[in-house]
Nanobody
Framework: QVQLVESGGGLVQAGGSLRLSCAAS????????MGWYRQAPGKQRELVAR???????NYVDSVKGRFTISRDNAKNTVYLQMNSLKPEDTAVYYC??????????????WGQGTQVTVSS
């Protein structure tokens, strides 16, 4: 099947930066959309940013100008560069990808999540 493994979370002071990575592996034929979601305590999971196979991007308004999503198709990896971090960015960040497997099936896959904590 397909596995998504995230890395790069941690604790940072407000105004600091972190870079998240998510590598997809397994029986992958192609990956269309790759994205990052986050879920803060007591809140619903929300889309942070996503990038299509043609590199078109979308961002939630609260991170525009501060976060940048990118991908390396050769490595099946998506990145999220987070700058000027704020305490309200504190959440568990999840990677999500829409994958077509070698069996031609398509599905969304999730990573296990990585904690990002921004102290004030």
């Amino acid at each position: 099947q397909v596995q998504l493994v995230e890395s790069g979370g941690g604790l940072v002071q407000a105004g600091g930066s972190l870079r998240l990575s998510c590598a997809a592996s397994g029986s992958i034929l192609s990956i269309n959309v790759m994205g990052w979601y986050r879920q803060a305590p007591g809140k619903q999971r929300e889309l942070v940013a996503r990038i299509n196979s043609d590199a078109r991007t979308n961002y939630v308004d609260s991170v525009k100008g501060r976060f940048t999503i990118s991908r390396d198709n050769a490595k099946n990896t998506v990145y999220l560069q987070m700058n000027s971090l704020k305490p309200e960015d504190t959440a568990v960040y999840y990677c999500n990808s829409y994958v077509q497997t070698t069996s031609r099936a398509t599905a969304y896959y999730w990573g296990q999540g990585t904690q990002v904590t921004v102290s004030s």
